[in-house]
């Protein structure tokens, strides 16, 4: 089966520690993309890759760093720098390109008290 | 990108067509419109896009204004399953910038579509 996987689905940390959450994908899609989101709210870009071991910041990357060792892999990590944590984080990978459709893992429940 | 309103929230019943509109008066010639919807605590799913002209798909329609002003999405049997919020979004398509900007996703805050038994 083709997709993208996100884990864990719900995550509890403290506040001050960092996390890092997983997203793979067997699309064989180049680009790969992190976004947040909020109760009640569209979704927010905070990193992406086009390119193996390449990456840009999105809107609102504060606080999070990535990286793109593979091309089926695109870990986010959260860090204690990053104010409001708690939010729903969605990976999503494409064909490499302007005009291809996204394709969305199932999201990680982050929790942070 | 330009921005599109849509309603917060709209009903449907069970079998019938579900009509969800969108208003991107602002909308550049080079911009797409997407559709994609988001079932609750799940990732959102693509659905449809189109330039100008209507365009079709196993899971809708979507019917684009001559002046591209506006459009609407068409769920032409709505299943409780099809209850979910719908995001409207325009975007560029270009091939000038392969920095990942222009394949950015804007959502907005959508469209709750309810669809009753």
């Known amino acids: 089966d083709g997709g993208i996987t996100q884990s864990p689905k719900y995550l509890f940390r403290k506040e001050g520690q960092n996390v890092t959450l997983s997203c793979e994908q067997n699309?064989?899609?180049?680009?790969m993309y992190w976004y947040r989101q909020d109760p009640g709210q569209g979704l927010r870009l905070i990193y992406y890759?086009?390119?193996?071991?390449?990456?840009q910041k999105g809107d609102i990357a504060e606080g999070y760093s990535v990286s793109r060792e593979k091309k089926e892999s695109f870990p986010l990590t959260v860090t204690s720098a990053q104010k409001n944590p708690t939010a729903f984080y969605l990976c999503?990978?494409?064909?490499?390109?302007?005009?291809?459709?996204?394709?969305f893992g199932p999201g990680t429940r982050l929790t942070v008290t | 990108d330009a921005k599109t309103t849509q309603p917060t929230s709209m009903d449907c019943a069970e079998g019938r067509a579900a009509n969800l509109p969108c208003n991107h008066s602002?909308?550049?010639?080079?911009?797409?419109v997407y559709w994609y919807r988001q079932i609750h605590s799940q990732g959102p799913q693509y659905i449809i896009h189109?330039?100008?002209n209507n365009e079709t798909n196993e899971m809708a329609s979507l019917i684009i204004t001559e002046d591209r002003k506006s459009s609407t999405l068409i769920l032409p049997h709505a299943t409780l399953r099809d209850t979910a919020v719908y995001y409207c979004?325009?975007?560029?398509?270009?091939?000038?910038?392969?920095?990942?900007?222009?394949?950015?996703?804007?959502f907005g805050t959508g469209t709750l579509l309810a669809v009753q038994p």
């Open positions: 699309l064989n899609h180049d680009a």
């Open positions: 890759s086009q390119i193996v071991n390449d990456f």
């Open positions: 602002t909308i550049s010639g080079n911009e797409y």
């Open positions: 999503a990978s494409s064909i490499k390109g302007p005009n291809y459709e996204q394709y």
């Open positions: 979004i325009v975007r560029v398509a270009r091939s000038l910038d392969y920095g990942g900007a222009t394949n950015k996703l804007i």
């Open positions: 189109g330039l100008k």
